[in-house]
C-alpha cells in the first residue's frame, strides 16, 4: 500500500507545473470552480489580466479562448485576441 501511494505521489509531482501553481493562487474561489469545470473539456488556464472589475482569468483550448470573471462567470465567446 505504501508503494502505491509514494507512486502517486511521484507521478503527481511530474504533472505539477509551477507557473499553473501560480497562477491557481490568484484566482478567487468562485474562479477556481469554473476553471475545475472548464479543464474537463480541455482548457488550460494560461493567463490572468487585471481589470477595474477584478481579475480575469483566461483560459485556452486549442485557438478558443474562454473567460472567466472575479465571480466565476464563463464566457466561451469573449471578444478577445490572444497572441500566439
Known amino acids: 500500500m505504501h508503494a502505491v501511494l509514494e507512486r502517486e505521489v511521484l507521478l503527481e509531482r511530474r504533472q505539477y507545473i509551477p507557473e499553473q501553481s501560480n497562477l491557481w493562487d490568484k484566482l478567487s474561489l468562485a474562479q477556481k470552480f469554473a476553471t475545475s469545470s472548464l479543464t474537463q473539456f480541455g482548457y ?41
Do not use: M, Q
Not at 488550460?44 to 472567466?68: E, M
Open 44 to 84: 488550460d488556464l494560461s493567463f490572468i489580466r487585471g481589470s477595474k472589475s477584478g481579475n480575469i482569468a483566461i483560459l485556452l483550448c486549442d485557438s478558443n479562448a474562454a473567460t472567466i470573471s472575479d465571480d466565476g462567470e464563463i464566457n466561451t465567446s469573449p471578444n478577445i485576441i490572444v497572441r500566439p
